[in-house]
């Protein structure tokens, strides 16, 4: 069973830094790929950041290439996204889940957080 729960989400002045976490409460952590998404009111969920099983290969959404950091830790079950330089763009409510597949294919993950707002303000 995968549970995931995300963590971190809040109000940011432009140009700062936040930090989300996402923890699963299960057994098979270290065999899924986790994944970040957002959506923004009026737009469809987009892909942000993505980590394979192990960690050793990330990808990135080329809006946030440079500034934010994807990592996951398997001992703690958790996966994490490092937002720096936030934009008023980034604001969305950004949900972590889980694929058995290396994808960075929203319809391909099985498994969605409930979700956690981040606002960034001017």
């Known amino acids: 069973q995968v549970e995931l729960v995300e963590s971190g989400g809040g109000l940011v002045q432009a140009g700062g830094s936040l930090t989300l976490s996402c923890r699963d409460s299960?057994?098979?952590?270290?065999?899924?790929?986790m994944g970040w998404f957002r959506q923004a009111p009026g737009k469809e969920r987009e892909f942000v950041a993505a980590?394979?099983?192990?960690?050793?290969?990330?990808e990135y959404a080329d809006s946030v290439k440079g500034r934010f950091t994807i990592s996951r830790d398997n001992a703690q079950n958790t996966v994490t996204l490092q937002m720096n330089r936030l934009k008023l763009e980034d604001t969305a409510v950004y949900y972590c889940?889980?694929?058995?597949?290396?994808?960075?294919?929203?319809?391909?993950?099985?498994?969605w957080g409930q979700g956690t707002q981040v606002t960034v303000s001017s």
């Open positions: 299960g057994r098979s952590f270290s065999s899924l790929a």
């Open positions: 980590i394979i099983w192990r960690g050793g290969n990330t």
């Open positions: 889940a889980a694929s058995w597949l290396w994808t960075t294919s929203r319809e391909k993950y099985e498994y």
